[in-house]
């Protein structure tokens, strides 16, 4: 049944969350501190168990691919509803920071990619898999 | 036309569904016929919901970009943290844990490294724009972090509330720079495998930003640099009020 799907990623989003927000009061602080990491772990984990045994047939995956692919449309009415004005009401301090902190990650991003064993980029996509999301 | 918005109006989810839908379909086609598919039907999408974003803002002077419209605030449940976690957890069904584990260590010194290297970019613009108390000064580094980190330290250093608002503004910039640069500088920084992504996520940390900017990229990458930027904000509370406070407080002075 599909809804087994959505109900697993229900479960496992709640008790990452949970997770997270215990975290984060162990540690002192105001936020959920890895939340949705761990429900991505657990999901990994439940889903290879369950698969394993036989007991995640086609269906209850399509629950699970489903939200997976309402995840583009998801980010795009999240971009939609990002207080941009706000941003640009900044001024000159706040976008130069934005955008400082930006440069000085995104220019690292080689350098730590460097520990450790060396990774293979993933195979190309062909235009329609690019268009399909 | 009363009617017409009182339909929308009580069916919102389902209108962001037809509006995003057609969002969709216009940014695929602007992207084949514009850039011959060279620039993702996705990236298309992201910046045209910025700029309506933009757009709703100016008008209605409300801070949910396009949802301030009450025909439209089906988009703020769609976007909202909420279905945008569920969907992002959701993307790592099918993700291979031996990748993880490969970019452990990477992943783990760049959400570290990411918080600290944000912070200090913030706290020297701010002292070039002439703050000179660690309390703004840390704020303001905090917000460069992502815009949840600059009002918890701001709140917890004493921080005054236009300081604040500047860290919130900050952070909301390096959200939508993250949003629309990452297709375009992807390349650039080698960001085409998964253990680039989880450095990638770690070092940005805006979970927005980095959700947006890789689904504008390539998605199969979204559940590793989704990964670590989903612990950035919580290492950043931690670390903002009190190591990185105390130790600026330490080089400034009060």
Redesign the interface.
């Known amino acids: 049944m599909v809804l087994y799907g959505v109900a697993a990623l229900a479960v496992c989003m709640l008790a990452g969350t949970l997770v997270g927000e215990v975290l984060g009061i162990a540690v002192g602080v105001d936020a959920n501190v890895g939340g949705v990491g761990f429900a991505m772990i657990m999901l990994v984990l439940v889903s290879h168990w369950l698969r394993g045994r036989g007991k995640f047939p086609e269906p209850t995956e399509q629950g699970v691919l489903f939200w997976s692919a309402m995840y583009i449309p998801i980010v795009v009415a999240m971009a939609a509803t990002q207080d941009v004005a706000g941003a640009i009401a900044g001024g000159p301090m706040a976008i130069l920071a934005g955008l400082g902190a930006v440069v000085a990650g995104a220019a690292l991003v080689p350098v730590l990619a460097r520990i450790g064993s060396p990774a293979e980029p993933l195979p190309p996509q062909d235009a329609d898999e690019k268009q399909e999301v | 036309m009363d009617t017409l918005v009182s339909v929308f109006e009580e069916n919102d989810l389902v209108v962001?569904?037809a509006l995003?839908?057609g969002?969709?379909l216009v940014s695929?086609w602007l992207?084949?016929k514009l850039s011959r598919?060279r620039l993702?039907?996705?990236a298309v999408?992201?910046?045209?919901?910025?700029v309506?974003?933009?757009w709703?803002?100016?008008v209605t002077g409300g801070?949910?970009?396009?949802?301030d419209f009450a025909v439209?605030s089906g988009?703020?449940l769609?976007?909202?943290a909420m279905?945008?976690?569920?969907?992002?957890?959701?993307?790592?069904?099918g993700?291979d844990?031996k990748?993880?584990k490969?970019?452990g260590?990477?992943g783990a010194?760049?959400i570290v490294?990411?918080v600290v290297?944000?912070f200090v970019?913030?706290v020297?613009?701010?002292a070039l724009?002439g703050y000179t108390d660690a309390a703004s000064l840390a704020t303001?580094g905090s917000?460069?972090?992502t815009y949840?980190?600059g009002p918890?330290t701001g709140t917890a250093v004493g921080a005054s509330s236009d300081v604040i608002?500047?860290s919130?503004?900050?952070?909301?910039?390096?959200?939508?720079?993250?949003?629309v640069?990452t297709p375009l500088?992807a390349p650039l920084?080698?960001?085409?495998?998964?253990?680039?992504a989880m450095?990638?996520g770690?070092?940005?940390?805006t979970?927005?930003g980095v959700?947006?900017g890789l689904?504008a990229t390539?998605?199969?990458?979204?559940?590793y640099g989704?990964?670590?930027a989903?612990?950035y904000?919580?290492?950043?509370?931690?670390l903002g009020p009190s190591l990185l406070y105390v130790t600026l407080r330490a080089v400034v002075g009060g």
């Open positions: 962001a569904f995003v839908g969002l969709m695929g992207s084949k598919g993702h039907g996705s999408a992201i910046l045209l919901g910025l309506l974003a933009y709703g803002g100016t801070e949910k970009g396009i949802a439209f988009l703020g769609m976007g909202g279905l945008r976690d569920f969907a992002i957890v959701s993307t790592a069904y993700v844990l990748e993880i490969r970019a260590l990477s010194l760049s490294l990411g290297l944000s970019v913030g020297v613009i701010a724009f303001i917000g460069a972090a949840i980190v918890v608002a500047l919130v503004a900050a952070g909301l910039v390096k959200s939508v720079v993250v949003m640069g500088i920084i080698g960001l085409n495998n998964p253990k680039s450095a990638f770690g070092l940005l940390g979970t927005s959700a947006g689904a390539d998605k199969r990458l979204v559940p989704a990964m670590t989903t612990f904000t919580g290492i950043g509370c931690l």
